[in-house]
């Protein structure tokens, strides 16, 4: 069976300070894989997905970066931190079919800049 | 432009009552994707079903069922006998068939459910 993982699980950070998020998935090949954030209160925003190794697709221009080293790790990076950058970040994945789409979640990291 | 909307921000029901949780959405597109996930205090969202939208069958499962309606653009969800495990946060979510084969999701904001005893 499939399980994604993202670390670390929560992160506080200071203003400016640099950021790396990490998600791995296991027991499939080729997924489509997508970063989400929930700031307090609110919806899931797509921030970024990829379709394969070192493809990404932007959705909402920002301050962070996506990128995508081996088939089943995905990761979310800052050069520097804002205060509006704080929020839940989930990591979901598809499988790579064409005709599947239903995405599942990893258990997500809580990011507080101070 | 898809947009999905949860009208109810937060609703509050007794143990063993029944609540409907709304979504409406709205899309261009003939083929799509509806979803339904649950967001309990932990944070992960618990994927919960998909419809397609040539599927307007309402489906049931255990105390969980879904009347998805293409003529009103909606896709209700109903908890019967509520449990206070059913406390969470409830996330309606719209998907484009779309070229290719990521899927991007649009979510509603999310309805709040507090079941007490």
């Known amino acids: 069976s499939q399980t994604i993982h993202q670390w670390p699980a929560t992160l506080v950070q200071p203003v400016g300070s640099p950021l790396s998020l990490e998600c791995t998935v296991e027991?499939?090949?080729?997924?489509?894989l997508y970063w989400y954030r929930q700031a307090a209160g609110r919806g899931l925003q797509l921030l970024f997905y990829?379709?394969?190794?070192?493809?990404i697709s932007s959705e909402v221009p920002q301050n962070l970066s996506a990128s995508r080293p081996q088939d089943r790790q995905f990761i979310l990076s800052s050069k520097k931190l804002l205060l509006s950058d704080s929020g839940f970040y989930l990591c979901?994945?598809?499988?790579?079919?064409?005709?599947?789409?239903?995405?599942?979640f990893g258990p997500g990291t809580r990011l507080l800049v101070l | 432009a898809q947009k999905v909307t949860q009208a109810q921000t937060e609703i509050s029901v007794v143990e063993k009552e029944d609540v409907t949780l709304d979504c409406v959405y709205e899309?261009?597109?003939?083929?799509?994707?509806l979803f339904w996930y649950k967001q309990p205090p932990s944070g992960e969202l618990v994927f919960l079903i998909r419809?397609?939208?040539?599927?307007?069958q309402n489906e049931i499962s255990g105390r969980y069922s879904w009347n998805f309606q293409k003529s009103t653009s909606s896709f209700n969800f109903t908890i019967t006998a509520s449990q206070v495990v059913d406390s969470a946060v409830y996330f309606c979510?719209?998907?484009?068939?779309?070229?290719?084969?990521?899927?991007?999701?649009?979510f509603g904001t999310g309805t709040r459910l507090q079941v007490t005893l």
């Open positions: 979901a994945w598809t499988s790579g079919d064409r005709g599947t789409k239903t995405q599942y």
């Open positions: 027991g499939t090949s080729n997924p489509n």
């Open positions: 990829s379709v394969g190794i070192g493809q």
């Open positions: 899309t261009r597109d003939t083929t799509y994707y």
């Open positions: 419809r397609n939208s040539f599927d307007e």
């Open positions: 979510a719209l998907s484009e068939a779309g070229a290719g084969t990521a899927s991007k999701l649009t």
